[in-house]
C-alpha cells in the first residue's frame, strides 16, 4: 500500500476512535448518577474538572439536542490588542495540547459539525501561528468539513502561513472596527508604529493570492458609530461585513470581576439601526444586533465547555472531552432557529462561492 494513503488511513482511524470514545463517555455519564458519575478522560493540568452551578442546577436530560451545525472554538484568551469591549478576556493562559484539541473536533464532526471558526484571544500568538495552523490542516484534510474559518486581529500573520496553511482555510476573518486610526488607538487595536488599516490591505491582498476567502468583522460602539465606512468596505470588497453592537457580558467585560469595563463603549439600539441605515448599500453587510447575537452562537471555550449567554454570564458545560458533546451541548443556551433567522448557515466553503480570485 502507498505510504501516504497508509497514513492518511490511520489518521482518520484516529479520529473516529477519538469519536467513538466522546459518544461512549456521553453515554456512560447519562446511564451514571450525577453525583456518581466519573469522566473517562483524566484531567489536564490546569483544566477545571466542574465550575458550573447550572450544570448541578438544571437537568435538561429529556431535551433533545441541538445539532453543533456551526462551532466558534475559542481556545485561546491570549492577546496582543487591548480591545475594551472584548468578552474573552486573558483570564488564563491555558491551551489544550494539540491532540486533545483534535480528539475533541473529530468528536463535534461525529456529532454534525460542519463548520469550524477558530478565535481568541489571538489564534496566532501560540506557536507563531502553527497551532491553529495544525488544527486548520487537520479539520479540512482529515475531518473533511465543509468550513473551516479564523478571526483574527491579523497583527501577526505572516505571508509563510498562507503559504504553508492556506490551502485548507474557507475564510478568514479580520476584526476591524475603524478605518481611522486615531479610532483604532482608543479602542485598543493599536500596536505601536503598525498600522492596523494599512495591514487589513495587505492581508487582503495575500487571500487573493492564496484562495481565501476574505471577511471583515466590526464592532459598532462609541468611538466609530458616527463613523462613513462605505467606500473603504466596497473598495476591500469582503465576501461577508459582519457588524455587531456592542456586547456586555458579566464577568467577562462587565461587572466586579470583569478584567474590561466596556460599559462606556455601549450604544442603543437606535444608534446601531443609524449606523446599519448609513451602510444600507453595502451588499456584503450582515448585521448582528445584541439580540441576535447572545444565544445564536455555539462558543466552546478554551476547555472545550459550551458557553452560555442566555443570563448575560458566560456559564460553562462540562468539557465534551469529559461528557461527550450530546451532554454538554444540552446546557449551551443555544437557540438553533435564531441561529438559522439571522442567516447563521450560509455559503462558507470557499469551494462553492465561485469567487475570483
Same mark, same amino acid.
Given at each position: 500500500m502507498h505510504l501516504g494513503m497508509l497514513c492518511r488511513l490511520l489518521s482518520v482511524g484516529r479520529a473516529v476512535l477519538a469519536a467513538l470514545r466522546g459518544r461512549l463517555s456521553a453515554l456512560c455519564w447519562s446511564l451514571t448518577p450525577l453525583s456518581l458519575s466519573l469522566p473517562l478522560s483524566l484531567p489536564l493540568p490546569g483544566r477545571p474538572r466542574d465550575s458550573s452551578p447550572r450544570w448541578e442546577r438544571e437537568q435538561e436530560w429529556d431535551d433533545a439536542a441541538p445539532t453543533p451545525t456551526s462551532v466558534n472554538y475559542h481556545f485561546t484568551r491570549q492577546c496582543n490588542y487591548k480591545c475594551g469591549f472584548c468578552f474573552h478576556t486573558a483570564k488564563t493562559s491555558f491551551v489544550l495540547p494539540l491532540e486533545e484539541a483534535k480528539r475533541g473536533l473529530a468528536m463535534l464532526k461525529e456529532a454534525g459539525m460542519e463548520k469550524i471558526n477558530f478565535s481568541g484571544g489571538e489564534p496566532f500568538l501560540q506557536d507563531r501561528g502553527e497551532f491553529v495552523g495544525k488544527l486548520v490542516q487537520?479539520?479540512?484534510? +482529515?475531518? @473533511?468539513?465543509?468550513s473551516v474559518s479564523i478571526v483574527s486581529n491579523g497583527s501577526l500573520i505572516r505571508e509563510r502561513w498562507f503559504k504553508k496553511y492556506g490551502e485548507y482555510l474557507d475564510i478568514l476573518a479580520i476584526s476591524c472596527d475603524s478605518f481611522d486610526e486615531n479610532v483604532n488607538v482608543l479602542i485598543g487595536r493599536g500596536q505601536g508604529k503598525k498600522n492596523h488599516v494599512e495591514n487589513l490591505h495587505k492581508l487582503r491582498q495575500?487571500?487573493?493570492?492564496?484562495?481565501?476567502?476574505?471577511?471583515i468583522n466590526s464592532v459598532i460602539n462609541r468611538f466609530n458609530v458616527e463613523e462613513d465606512m462605505n467606500e473603504q468596505i466596497k473598495a476591500l470588497n469582503p465576501v461577508r461585513w459582519k457588524v455587531f453592537q456592542c456586547l456586555l457580558? +458579566?464577568? @467577562?467585560?462587565?461587572?466586579?470581576?470583569?478584567?474590561?469595563?466596556?460599559?462606556?463603549f455601549v450604544i442603543s439600539d437606535e444608534d446601531f439601526e443609524k449606523f446599519l441605515d448609513r451602510h444600507k448599500d453595502?451588499?456584503?453587510?450582515?448585521?448582528?444586533?445584541?439580540?441576535?447575537?447572545?444565544d445564536s452562537y455555539l462558543i466552546l471555550d478554551e476547555y472545550m465547555r459550551f458557553l452560555n449567554c442566555r443570563n448575560g454570564r458566560k456559564e460553562p458545560s462540562k468539557s465534551i472531552l469529559d461528557v461527550g458533546v450530546e451532554a454538554a451541548i444540552k446546557f449551551s443556551g443555544f437557540d438553533e432557529k435564531m441561529f438559522l433567522t439571522r442567516g447563521g448557515k450560509y455559503v462558507w466553503s470557499k469551494a462553492d462561492m465561485k469567487l475570483d480570485w
Open positions: 487537520f479539520c479540512k484534510q +482529515e475531518l @473533511e468539513l465543509p495575500w487571500c487573493r493570492e492564496y484562495a481565501v476567502a476574505f471577511k457580558i +458579566e464577568g @467577562e467585560n462587565s461587572g466586579e470581576d470583569a478584567l474590561r469595563e466596556a460599559e462606556k453595502v451588499s456584503c453587510l450582515v448585521p448582528e444586533s445584541n439580540q441576535k447575537m447572545r
